[in-house]
């Protein structure tokens, strides 16, 4: 089953859409970015070995990224995007501190979204294996592998210095409608 995620609905034009029902133009204010095209989208999966989530992938075919990307506030184009462990290296490696074991999380409090949350409740030891995708103020936007919905959704994280770990939503569609 194909979930369609009504991107133009949730980041609507700043001009009127002349190319079509959910893509943006190229002068939109200089918030959207033209969308990506599928031989793009390829590279980019074949890069980091692994299929995109769907949510983030029609995100990147509806616009690619969002906001100049040295703003404090944007969503990488596919060119940028790529493992917090190689963009963010001292990021990635702030949560394995030397000989020290990450926090174990059962996951009868791990898989807790929403309100019920608490964000201090990060599974450490998967920050370098996420995908930075975006900036947001002075945290950044990650899309986790290691946790995927039946629907091949990744769970999306908002993480910054002033949470005691991460906000985390069961996708990127999730975290867009909530955070952004």
Known sequence: MS?????????????PVTDGPDHPREDS???????????ELRR??????LDLPPSYRQFLLFADGWGAEDDEACIRSVATVGWLRDLEPRLAEAFRPDG???????????FVYGKEQDCIDLREEYVPD???VGHWNDGVTLLNPHVKTPEGEWEAWFLAPWLPGANRYVSFWELMKNDF
């Open 3 to 15: 979930v369609q995620y009504a991107w133009s609905d949730l980041l609507p034009e700043v001009n």
């Open 29 to 39: 204010g200089g918030c959207l970015r033209p969308p990506a095209g599928e031989s």
């Open 44 to 49: 980019l999966e074949e890069r980091l070995g």
């Open 100 to 110: 020290e074991t990450p926090r174990s999380v059962p996951d009868d409090l791990y």
């Open 130 to 132: 996420t995908l930075l």
